[in-house]
């Protein structure tokens, strides 16, 4: 195949007086844009805790994997428990996010997650990513926003490629343990068009006793005209991977000495995915306002392959699949109209959303070495999700704002049973529909020491079940009674902070934030079943900064703080802590890029321990590491860099839980039973050193 490669309470309590202390302007700060020069800035920010991202801020990351480009946003964990054709695992603001089931990601205006997925509701896998075409990653977080809906409970991040580079390039990477790249992208004229076409091949064993084997093509073309604000772009991609995985496996397995630190238990887990899209976008202002539209259309499928328990069936292991496969299709529609002063200059907006999946089969499956031995359940399902949402941005005084928001979502499933013996019996219609209020009140900007705005947020949201719960009466594995689910739940969100810039090139924000969750079911896809985990609330602190010194140096450092709780104790040990919520991140991180040569980057980062179950009584050893980047510009487009990942070759876990498994020779000696509770772990890649190559024409 060839491709034509040429190569972004406190608030409250203060208002009465802080109008007397702001300054005699009626401009507002710009929106925060993390690794951004000042001069750069654009927008207006509704909280303390949004902001954008720039292509500059990648250029000297060191990244591990397409997906750790989230971690850009303050706060926000990505790792890995299996192998790396897998959707990442995410974390932040004291959610487990498991593979994306509370954050709501959108590349190239099409959604990301997975709604009623094989593997757990929300599946987020980012794998398709190609870090160097991302132009911009605007990011919020909380449900304060009327622009988002499912899923965006703790946030969302939209992501956009270039509409046109700079100049051609291929670049060739290799590195430890079998690593080895190639990307080749360019853009070119046509006519009044721009053409962007890129070619991404990758592969990788890792440092796995039982080596990845992942296989990835990565394709992009993108035809537009104009930039986001004001033009359009036509864009298509297809992406696939296979590969073969290492689990998380019990800690004591590697103790005993049973397999080595990098082993694996089970001898061929992994899978293959495709993701092939194509997605318009279309953007106009005029002199009453703004008008945007953008359709997509998906087709996704996984087989995936794992044991997470081991050998607590016998000795032929407790392999399954799951596969899902669908088409993904929907649309959005928005206008926005200038008022006038006549209506204090606010800016109304009104939207509509659509999508509809239609997975013409999601299944679970009893394998052997990958080969399908029994029908856990299988499943036809037809989901469909339409809203309506309308905002309005007012600025009262020049130093009084606010923006007022309301969405209605109603999501319509239809599951049919189409396999399994106890599953038969299961499937039916689902509905429910949710109106979410949103509120935003914005305070300055004030002088004071140094040009401030404070911030105070509200608004309500919701994240869907699995369709698959909300239909089921039957237990797929063995025939027992369960009972449905809710097919949407509400989470209920309120946040103070504010932003400074109180030097130069220093911006700054604080926000405090709490949210409630009506409940923490989660679809088990291992099992076919949803398992009840009761509401929850969570609050936390969060501190991040941008400095821009001179010659080039940027410093970046934040600090989130979060306690995540159960409202009613679990029966069995009492416990009221939820597993795997973090409660400390901490992350540092320095580039140098004064225009000439030498450019390098490099990153700290702080995971604190988090409980493995309810008591708090088992928790995960706390860890930090560190990766680096430096370049060297052979020539202008061209360059040489390398990475040095885990830099000082941490022995840490990226993942930790706490459940029932059974090794080989536990289930031999018929040990195990139904299982032994104990810590399974997935250790961090030890440190590891990959050299880039780029040319440019």
């Given at each position: 195949m060839?491709?034509?490669?040429?190569?972004?309470?406190?608030?409250?309590?203060?208002?009465?007086?802080?109008?007397?202390?702001?300054?005699?302007?009626?401009?507002?700060?710009?929106?925060?844009?993390?690794?951004?020069?000042r001069?750069?800035?654009?927008?207006?920010?509704?909280?303390?805790?949004?902001g954008?991202?720039?292509?500059?801020?990648?250029?000297?990351?060191?990244?591990?994997?397409?997906?750790?480009?989230?971690?850009?946003?303050?706060?926000?964990?990505?790792?890995?428990?299996?192998?790396?054709?897998?959707?990442?695992?995410?974390?932040?603001?004291?959610?487990?996010?498991?593979?994306?089931?509370?954050?709501?990601?959108?590349?190239?205006?099409?959604?990301?997650?997975?709604?009623?997925?094989?593997?757990?509701?929300?599946?987020?896998?980012?794998?398709?990513?190609?870090?160097e075409?991302?132009?911009?990653?605007?990011?919020?977080?909380?449900?304060?926003?009327?622009?988002?809906?499912?899923?965006?409970?703790?946030?969302?991040?939209?992501?956009?490629?270039?509409?046109?580079?700079?100049?051609?390039?291929?670049?060739?990477?290799?590195?430890?343990?079998?690593?080895?790249?190639?990307?080749?992208?360019?853009?070119?004229?046509?006519?009044?068009?721009?053409?962007?076409a890129?070619?991404?091949?990758?592969?990788?064993?890792?440092?796995?006793?039982?080596?990845?084997?992942?296989?990835?093509?990565?394709?992009?073309?993108?035809?537009?005209?104009?930039?986001?604000?004001?033009?359009?772009?036509?864009?298509a991609?297809?992406?696939?991977?296979?590969?073969?995985?290492?689990?998380?496996?019990?800690?004591?397995?590697?103790?005993?000495?049973e397999?080595?630190?990098?082993?694996?238990?089970?001898?061929?887990?992994?899978?293959?995915?495709?993701?092939?899209?194509?997605?318009?976008?279309?953007?106009?202002?005029?002199?009453?306002?703004?008008?945007?539209?953008?359709?997509?259309?998906?087709?996704?499928?996984?087989?995936?392959?794992?044991?997470?328990?081991?050998?607590?069936?016998?000795?032929?292991?407790?392999?399954?699949?799951?596969?899902?496969?669908?088409?993904?299709?929907?649309?959005?529609?928005?206008?926005?109209?200038?008022?006038?002063?006549?209506?204090?200059?606010?800016?109304?907006?009104?939207?509509?959303?659509?999508?509809?999946?239609?997975?013409?089969?999601?299944?679970?499956?009893s394998?052997?070495?990958?080969?399908?031995?029994?029908?856990?359940?299988?499943?036809?399902?037809?989901?469909?999700?339409?809203?309506?949402?309308?905002?309005?941005?007012?600025?009262w005084?020049?130093?009084?704002?606010?923006?007022?928001?309301?969405?209605?979502?109603?999501?319509?499933?239809?599951?049919?049973?189409t396999?399994?013996?106890?599953?038969?019996?299961?499937?039916?219609?689902?509905?429910?529909?949710?109106?979410?209020?949103?509120?935003?009140?914005?305070?300055?900007?004030?002088?004071?020491?140094?040009?401030?705005?404070?911030?105070?947020?509200?608004?309500?949201?919701?994240?869907?079940?699995?369709?698959?719960?909300?239909?089921?009466?039957?237990?797929?594995?063995?025939?027992?009674?369960?009972?449905?689910?809710?097919?949407?739940?509400?989470?209920?969100?309120?946040?103070?902070?504010?932003?400074?810039?109180?030097?130069?090139?220093?911006?700054?924000?604080?926000?405090?934030?709490?949210?409630?969750?009506?409940?923490?079911?989660?679809?088990?896809?291992?099992?076919?079943v949803?398992?009840?985990?009761?509401?929850?609330?969570?609050?936390?602190?969060?501190?991040?900064?941008?400095?821009?010194?001179?010659?080039?140096?940027?410093v970046?450092?934040?600090?989130?703080?979060?306690?995540?709780?159960?409202?009613?104790?679990?029966?069995?040990?009492?416990?009221?802590?939820?597993?795997?919520?973090?409660?400390?991140?901490?992350?540092?991180?320095?580039?140098?890029?004064?225009?000439?040569?030498?450019?390098?980057?490099?990153?700290?980062?702080?995971?604190?321990?988090?409980?493995?179950?309810?008591?708090?009584?088992?928790?995960?050893?706390?860890?930090?590491?560190?990766?680096?980047?430096?370049?060297?510009?052979?020539?202008?487009?061209s360059?040489?860099?390398?990475?040095?990942?885990?830099?000082?070759?941490r022995?840490?876990?990226?993942?930790?839980?706490?459940?029932?498994?059974?090794?080989?020779?536990?289930?031999?000696?018929?040990?195990c039973?139904?299982?032994?509770?104990?810590?399974?772990?997935?250790?961090?890649?030890?440190?590891?050193?990959?050299?880039?190559?780029?040319?440019?024409?």
């Amino acid at each position: 195949m060839k491709h034509p490669f040429r190569p972004r309470t406190l608030a409250a309590c203060l208002a009465a007086a802080l109008p007397s202390l702001a300054a005699a302007t009626e401009t507002t700060l710009p929106e925060v844009t993390v690794g951004s020069r000042r001069g750069d800035l654009v927008g207006v920010a509704d909280a303390a805790s949004e902001g954008t991202i720039d292509a500059r801020r990648l250029a000297t990351r060191p990244l591990l994997r397409p997906a750790e480009a989230l971690e850009t946003v303050p706060g926000l964990v990505v790792t890995q428990h299996s192998g790396d054709g897998k959707a990442n695992q995410y974390f932040l603001r004291g959610f487990n996010l498991d593979h994306g089931s509370d954050f709501a990601t959108f590349v190239a205006g099409m959604p990301v997650n997975m709604p009623s997925h094989a593997h757990g509701q929300g599946y987020m896998d980012l794998n398709f990513l190609i870090p160097e075409l991302i132009a911009g990653l605007r990011f919020r977080k909380g449900v304060y926003a009327a622009e988002d809906g499912d899923f965006a409970t703790a946030g969302a991040a939209r992501i956009d490629y270039q509409r046109q580079l700079a100049a051609p390039f291929v670049e060739i990477g290799a590195g430890q343990n079998g690593y080895r790249r190639l990307l080749a992208a360019g853009s070119r004229p046509v006519g009044e068009l721009q053409l962007l076409a890129a070619f991404e091949a990758s592969g990788n064993d890792g440092p796995w006793e039982q080596p990845e084997n992942l296989a990835r093509r990565n394709a992009v073309l993108r035809l537009s005209e104009g930039s986001a604000a004001n033009g359009f772009a036509l864009t298509a991609m297809s992406y696939t991977a296979r590969w073969t995985a290492t689990e998380h496996v019990p800690a004591r397995a590697i103790d005993s000495g049973e397999i080595g630190r990098f082993g694996a238990l089970s001898p061929n887990d992994g899978g293959t995915t495709h993701r092939h899209s194509l997605s318009a976008e279309w953007a106009r202002p005029d002199a009453d306002g703004a008008s945007r539209a953008g359709v997509y259309v998906i087709d996704y499928g996984l087989n995936l392959f794992s044991a997470p328990s081991g050998f607590i069936n016998g000795p032929a292991g407790d392999q399954h699949e799951q596969a899902d496969r669908r088409l993904v299709w929907g649309g959005q529609a928005s206008r926005s109209w200038f008022l006038g002063p006549a209506l204090k200059d606010s800016e109304l907006t009104a939207g509509l959303q659509w999508r509809q999946d239609r997975i013409r089969s999601v299944g679970l499956y009893s394998t052997e070495d990958r080969q399908r031995s029994a029908t856990v359940r299988q499943d036809k399902i037809t989901e469909t999700a339409a809203a309506l949402f309308v905002e309005a941005r007012t600025q009262w005084q020049p130093w009084l704002r606010s923006t007022l928001g309301l969405r209605h979502d109603e999501v319509d499933a239809r599951v049919t049973a189409t396999g399994g013996e106890f599953n038969l019996a299961n499937g039916g219609k689902a509905r429910a529909g949710q109106t979410s209020p949103k509120l935003g009140v914005v305070l300055g900007p004030f002088a004071l020491p140094a040009p401030t705005e404070f911030y105070a947020n509200w608004g309500q949201g919701f994240h869907s079940n699995d369709a698959r719960g909300a239909t089921s009466t039957t237990n797929p594995a063995d025939g027992s009674a369960i009972s449905r689910v809710p097919l949407l739940v509400r989470a209920r969100g309120a946040e103070l902070g504010l932003r400074s810039t109180p030097l130069p090139g220093w911006q700054t924000s604080v926000s405090v934030w709490q949210m409630a969750l009506a409940s923490e079911l989660v679809f088990i896809g291992d099992e076919g079943v949803t398992e009840p985990k009761g509401a929850s609330r969570r609050h936390g602190l969060e501190w991040s900064n941008e400095l821009a010194l001179p010659a080039g140096i940027s410093v970046d450092t934040s600090l989130a703080l979060s306690q995540a709780r159960f409202r009613e104790a679990n029966p069995d040990n009492g416990g009221t802590r939820v597993p795997n919520a973090i409660p400390v991140v901490a992350s540092v991180g320095a580039a140098l890029d004064p225009g000439g040569r030498w450019f390098a980057g490099a990153r700290l980062r702080y995971l604190g321990a988090y409980p493995l179950e309810e008591t708090g009584r088992e928790k995960s050893t706390p860890f930090w590491m560190a990766n680096l980047r430096v370049g060297y510009r052979l020539a202008p487009g061209s360059q040489l860099s390398l990475d040095v990942l885990n830099l000082f070759d941490r022995k840490a876990n990226d993942i930790e839980y706490w459940g029932g498994a059974c090794t080989r020779s536990e289930s031999a000696s018929g040990a195990c039973g139904g299982g032994i509770d104990g810590r399974l772990v997935h250790p961090l890649e030890p440190r590891t050193l990959r050299l880039a190559l780029r040319i440019g024409f």
